[in-house]
Nanobody
Framework: QVQLVASGGGLIQPGGSLRLSCAAS????????IGWFRQVPGKEREGVAC????????NYADSVKGRFTISRDNAKNTVYLQMNNLKPEDTAVYYC????????????????????WGQGTQVTVSS
């Protein structure tokens, strides 16, 4: 079965750092772009960061540029999201998702193009 297991969330103070992990299985991970999305109650899901299959191309939401870094280790079937200088407005459930088609550049503006979604991990930034 296809699985995308997000982990690493938790409670962190403003200015702190967290690293989220997304462990994938059940599909050809190395051929698919992976995205991180986040959602808060009452708001639509928004793209945070994504990375293409090889790791050579990334995209970030303007709100996280310079603070978040997405990376992947295809040998481990894992994508990471390093989050630095966290702000209260970063509080959300963070989801990782796999693109619906192989070997293409990732996008953030069209979450519906991602076929497989993990269960999400809660990130709460609060003092």
């Amino acid at each position: 079965q296809v699985q995308l297991v997000a982990s690493g969330g938790g409670l962190i103070q403003p200015g702190g750092s967290l690293r989220l992990s997304c462990a994938a299985s059940g599909f050809a991970f190395e051929y698919y772009a992976i995205g991180w999305f986040r959602q808060v109650p009452g708001k639509e899901r928004e793209g945070v960061a994504c990375i293409n299959s090889s790791g050579g191309s990334t995209n970030y939401a303007d709100s996280v540029k310079g603070r978040f870094t997405i990376s992947r280790d295809n040998a481990k079937n894992t994508v990471y999201l390093q989050m630095n200088n966290l702000k209260p407005e970063d509080t959300a459930v963070y989801y990782c998702a796999a693109d619906g088609l192989p070997n293409r550049l990732c996008v953030l503006s069209r979450p519906y193009e991602y076929n497989y979604w993990g269960q999400g991990t809660q990130v709460t930034v609060s003092s």
